[in-house]
Every structure is written in C-alpha cells, then in structure tokens.
C-alpha cells in the first residue's frame, strides 16, 4: 500500500464514522464493500474472522475495526504496517463520531423540549434498524459465498432457519443469549451448521 491508499483508507473511516449511529457495527455493509469488493484489501474471511472474534470478546463492540486493521497493514505484507493499519482506522472511526456525539449531545440536552429535536430523534430509529438489518444481511450471506461446489455441500437454509429460531426466542422468552450463542457453537463443532 502506497501512502495515499492510507490516507484513503482513513479519509473513508472518517466518513464512515459521521454514518455509524447505530454504532460502527451499522457500517459495516460498506466497510465490506470497501475492503473486500473495491480495493480488495482483506479477504472475505478475513472480513467475517475479524467482526466474529470481536463479537465473540470481551470489551468494545468496536473492536472489530482494530482487527480490520491490524489485518490490513498484515496484508501489506510489512508486519510493521499492522499497529498502523490498526491506528488509522480507529482513530478514523472514533475521531468524528466521539466528537460530534459530545456537541451535539450538549446541545440536545440544551434544547430538548423543542420539537425538531424530539422529531430528529424518532426519526432517526428506522434509519438505525436498516443499517442493522442490512449488516445481518451480509454477515449471514457471507459465509455461504465462496464457492458453488461449496455453497452445494453446505446449504445456507440451515443457518437461515436458526437464525429465525434464535430471533425467535430472543424475542420471546428470558433465555440469556449466551446460552444460544453457545447453542450455535455446539452445532457447528459437531458440523452441522
């Protein structure tokens, strides 16, 4: 990578960080558009390993975005290049955000009995649960992509349906979501998912 791809690459976190109001997770269609299909900078593995493991941690949920990173600048083939791949797109996706957040924050505070305020609110609810949505929608269909022979030995209608089991039960019952990540761990050790 050149040192304009680096400051591409931070210029589009930075962007990406004024998008993400459901968190960083709700950018994540278009982090995989840009580095997977566009500039071919990360792997589609490479792609799902780094949301998974971070999901799967403990700590931030934006820890997934130092993994892209850190495998990024791996990928440059320059193991030094990790920690700045690492920092670049953090402090592109924390920078504006965390700063917009607290001005605005102050000022809606300041202003919170007006109604363009209580409006920008509600408003911004569908906007949120689409992004989810569509970040749902290319972690599940990521994993059965690779390839036809191999989207034929493992159909994607097993994952399909437990996701809508696990949605299911997550939205009616008390049962700690742990209890079904575990679930899901289980089956695919065994091979079944």
Known sequence: MQASDWLHLLLHYLMLSLLSVGGAISTLPEMH??????????????????????????????????????????????????????????????????????????????????????????????IVIGLLLATGWIMASGSSSSSSSSALAHPAWPLWIMTAVCALVVWRTRLHLLWLLAIGAGLGWFGYL
Do not use: C, D
């Open 33 to 126: 558009r840009y580095l997977v299909i566009q500039n071919h900078w990360l792997s589609e593995a490479q792609f799902n390993s780094s949301v998974a493991l971070a999901q799967a941690a403990p700590g931030p949920n934006v820890l997934f975005i130092a993994l892209m990173g850190w495998n990024i600048g791996m990928n440059t083939g320059n193991s030094w290049y990790a920690p700045l791949g690492t920092l670049i797109t953090m402090l592109g996706i924390m920078l504006p955000s965390a700063t917009l957040t607290y001005n605005a924050a102050r000022w809606g505070h300041k202003n919170r009995n007006l109604r363009a305020v209580r409006a920008f609110k509600l408003g911004l609810a569908p």
